[in-house]
């Protein structure tokens, strides 16, 4: 299994508030490491949501949020789009492994 | 436009050797600060970190593959090469290329701003 932590699935209703979650440990998330987001819609190329827990690239709506607290992050979407439908994957670097690591994605779908 | 595209067989045999090619558009692989990493990810499984080479030449490899992993660049091509050796079916997977923005050597800062779209890879007899 993944060494981050995310649910397989969540979904919602267009208008609505869904929050992903990302769980690590104290290697890597509760070691203070920033996680980063993606957005991936498969046969596309994969996009940066966030990084530095918390920090929108351009062009990335300020319905996307993030954040991070203990041995956890989460990404927060709200004013939920048809568009979303999307994977998202956490990321984060772990020390125990010396190694960048990933959540394992979870499907958004919009009800 | 600025792009990169994997590029490669569809389908190997185990114990042949993979190699992948990712061409960067817009980019420069000689730009100070320029890095391109492998990632691949098998069906239904998370990502995983596969290489990486800077525009200094300098390579870093996942600890778990790296003796299977060579990494190279042709700077006048704009081209990132992987090569894998000794595939197994458990390696089967969208083999991906991407760009670290403001690289840095240290992993703890590494994420990835720019992504190609991937390229699925079959290991099968």
């Known amino acids: 299994q993944s060494v981050l932590t995310q649910p397989p699935s969540v979904s919602g209703a267009p208008g609505q508030r869904v929050t992903i979650s990302c769980t690590g440990s104290s290697s890597n998330i509760g070691a203070a490491f920033d996680v980063h987001w993606y957005q991936h819609l498969p046969g596309t190329a994969p996009k940066l949501l966030m990084h530095g827990n918390n920090i929108r690239p351009s062009g990335v709506p300020d319905r996307f949020s993030g954040s991070r607290s203990g041995t956890s992050a989460s990404l927060a979407i709200t004013g939920l789009q048809a568009e979303d439908e999307a994977d998202y994957y956490c990321q984060s670097y772990d020390s125990s492994l010396s190694a960048v690591v990933f959540g394992g994605g979870s499907k958004l779908t919009v009800l | 436009q600025v792009t990169l595209r994997e590029s490669g067989p569809a389908l190997v045999k185990p114990t042949q050797t993979l190699t992948l090619t990712c061409t960067l558009s817009g980019l420069s692989l000689s730009t100070s600060g320029m890095s391109v990493s492998w990632l691949r990810q098998p069906p239904g499984k998370a990502l995983e970190w596969l290489a990486l080479?800077?525009?200094?030449?300098?390579?870093y490899y996942s600890t778990s593959l790296k003796t299977r992993l060579i990494i190279s660049k042709d700077t006048s091509r704009n081209q990132v090469v992987l090569t894998v050796t000794n595939m197994d079916p458990v390696d089967t997977a969208t083999y991906f290329c991407?760009?670290?923005?403001?690289?840095?050597?240290?992993?703890?800062?590494?994420?990835?701003?720019?992504w190609g779209r991937g390229t699925l890879v079959t290991v099968s007899s």
């Open positions: 080479m800077d525009w200094d030449d300098d390579k």
């Open positions: 991407a760009r670290i923005p403001g690289y840095s050597s240290s992993r703890k800062y590494w994420y990835f701003d720019l």
